[in-house]
């Protein structure tokens, strides 16, 4: 199974990786691979994945991540390492401005982690966690009385006025946006009544467009209920991506 596509538009390259553990590069116009990351590299199924040329990032399903330069050795990691958060990744986004190089990545026990490609910013006291898509309602909670929901989809910003601001869609019916350099929130939807399962900011940064729908965090139950599947639009202002003085 195809688990994520990315298109590298510069490059006319569609990226592709899924639960056979590789990673495979293709230009369209040919049926066969120009590059293949294999499962002997990569260790297991690739449960998330993101490119900002030339970095790409994967995590995999043995909690391990792995980031590589497509333009110098695209099939070798230059660095792999445990991911910092406990549980199962669930989505994975590359910052996406010169100089930025790094990646937020979140799971299923509603943490999110910024990390940088570069192990000295890493060591820096620029990287950090936070929890996020939690609530206060009665059902599978936290020692803090906080109920868990699952990150299911995460993308950086696209214009260089708010480099460091992403977006987190989650299980908890919500999605949010989140300034890096602030360590803040500036803007929260919620209350959406059924789980945020896909988020992604237009490439002009006007719009955020997100689905709701089953994101089949409780199994077999959820599967036999009709969730109906929709797709929404955002129009992004200034006070989504600003915090409140």
Known sequence: MIRNCRYID??????????????????LRSQQPTAVISRQVLTDRVHAMDVAFPYLVASTGDRKVHMFNLAQNPTTPFRSIPSPLTLQTRALSC???????????????GRCAVRFCDANLDASKKKFSFKCHRTDQTGRSTNEGKVVYPVNSLDWYTDGQFSGCFATAGGDGSWSVWDKNKMSRPHEQSGLGLPVTAVKWSPNGLVLAYALGNDWAKGVQSSKAQIP????????TRNTLVAKA
Request: net charge neutral; aromatic share 8%; proline share 2%.
């Open 10 to 27: 510069d490059k006319s390259i569609l990226v592709t990786s899924g639960w056979d553990g590789t990673i495979k590069m293709w230009d």
């Open 95 to 109: 910052m996406k401005h010169p100089g930025d190089v790094g990646y937020v990545i979140g799971s299923a026990e």
């Open 229 to 236: 599947v929709q797709l929404r639009l955002h129009r992004v």
